[in-house]
C-alpha cells in the first residue's frame, strides 16, 4: 500500500482575494487540523487560480465559472462556516488525493 503524499498545498479565492477568501482560510485550516493533515493553506483572488500551483483550490460556487480551468482541484463551498460542510469536502477530496 502507498503511503500518504507529504503535503497539500491548497490556494482559498474570492472576488479581491481580501475578505471571505481570508474566512475560508482560517475555517480550512481549523478541518485541517482536525484531519490531521498536513498542510499550507494560501488565500487570493480567484483570477489567481489560472496559474496557482495549488494542489486544490476552493471557492464559493459564484465562483467557480472563474477557477474552473485551473491545474489544480477545484472544491466549491456552499456556506464558508459551515465546518460539517466543509469537513466533508475536504475528507473525501483529500482522501482521493492521498493526502489522508
Do not use: W
Amino acid at each position: 500500500m502507498a503511503g500518504k503524499k507529504n503535503r497539500v498545498n491548497i490556494l482559498t479565492v474570492c472576488g479581491v482575494g481580501s475578505g471571505s477568501s481570508l474566512i475560508l482560510r482560517m475555517y480550512v485550516e481549523d478541518v485541517l487540523e482536525e484531519l490531521g493533515a498536513n498542510y499550507k493553506v494560501a488565500a487570493g483572488q480567484a483570477s489567481e487560480a489560472k496559474g496557482t500551483s495549488a494542489d486544490i483550490v476552493m471557492c464559493a460556487e459564484e465562483f467557480y465559472s472563474v477557477v474552473k480551468d485551473s491545474p489544480a482541484r477545484v472544491v466549491t463551498i456552499h456556506s464558508f462556516t459551515d465546518k460539517d460542510e466543509l469537513r466533508r469536502k475536504l475528507r473525501e477530496v483529500l482522501t482521493s488525493m492521498g493526502y489522508i
